[in-house]
């Protein structure tokens, strides 16, 4: 009911202990904070808040327009309906490192359990297309420095994702996450790797976690939960797919309004009312006070 029972310094401490044991951790992205519910519900290991989705759903490329601000409300009104531990997109950390270090504090009052920070210029671009630029190392190794230096909380996961690979290629992309891990990265998010021996390398290379970023019609080929596992992945990320099935959704269904006038032949791709009202625990609110809700919904 309402929110999340448990607090945001106890699902960093679960994250990280999950991390430790070498599991594949599956975090697919939440679009919404309903999404980061059914989530919670399937048995998914944790949430992704994706700045790509955050973008779109304001209607926004994704090309560093987004504010801090708006990150952190929109993470915080996510994490808070999970249990679940989410890591956040925190593109380029917002400005320089000594906004990164104000970005990562308010990340962690945020109730988020750790952050990605990229070494790609402001503004920042969506890490699939063409054109991307990099920082020098020295900028790159600042914003991680700077970011593992503001948390308060040990157990807020700092991820440097660099997306030098795109830009230098593979040999590059290894000496900087390297680097990164030597400036007090936790973790390492290669963008836009390209094949699993990519990964096997970057595996090899590296002593911390690192995360595959399975986004679709990108850079990346699409392997499966299995494979990732094999390959040595840490944690995989959906971040855009649910937004991308909803939203096909939804434009399947206007097609139908428009050439059927109704949507009878839809009813069974949609969330029925009784599993939407299942989600948001109707149930809970019922018992808590049955003044305030008394409604029963039968299929
Ligand atoms: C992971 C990512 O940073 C995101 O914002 O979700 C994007 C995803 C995408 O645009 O497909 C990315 O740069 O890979
Ligand atoms: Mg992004």
Redesign the pocket.
């Known amino acids: 009911m309402l929110y999340s029972q448990t607090p945001a310094a106890e699902k960093r401490r679960l994250f990280r202990e999950r991390l430790a044991s070498g599991e594949l951790l599956r975090f697919p992205g939440a679009f919404n904070p309903l999404s980061a519910r059914l989530i919670e519900r399937k048995g998914f290991e944790g949430v992704y808040i994706?700045?790509?989705v955050l973008a779109a759903d304001l209607g926004l490329p994704?090309i560093g327009l987004t504010t801090l601000t708006e990150v952190a409300g929109r993470g915080q009104q996510i994490a808070r309906m999970t249990e679940l531990p989410a890591i956040i997109?925190a593109?380029t950390g917002f400005g320089e490192p000594m906004n990164v270090a104000r970005t990562i504090q308010t990340l962690e009052d945020a109730g988020i359990a750790g952050a990605h920070i990229e070494d790609q210029v402001n503004p920042k671009r969506?890490?699939h297309l063409d054109g991307k630029q990099v920082v020098d190392e020295g900028t790159a190794l600042k914003r991680i420095r700077a970011a593992a230096d503001a948390r308060r909380d040990p157990n807020f996961l700092i991820m440097a994702r660099t997306d030098i690979r795109a830009v230098e290629g593979l040999d590059a992309a290894i000496d900087r996450a390297k680097a990164l891990v030597d400036a007090g990265a936790d973790a390492i998010f290669p963008e836009a790797m390209r094949d699993l021996a990519e990964f096997e390398a970057m595996r090899t290379a590296l002593d911390v976690p690192i995360l595959a970023n399975m986004t679709e019609f990108g850079k990346s080929d699409l392997f499966s939960v299995d494979q990732l596992r094999d390959a040595g992945v840490n944690i995989v990320i959906w971040p855009v797919s649910l937004l991308r099935i909803a939203m096909g959704a939804a434009d399947r269904a206007l097609d139908t309004i428009i050439d059927e006038g109704h949507l009878t032949s839809k009813l069974g791709e949609m969330q029925h009312r009784a599993d939407l009202y299942d989600l948001v625990d109707y149930e809970g609110y019922n018992h808590f006070d049955q003044d305030v809700f008394n409604f029963e919904i039968t299929r």
Do not use: N
């Open positions: 994706s700045g790509a994704d997109d593109d969506c890490g």
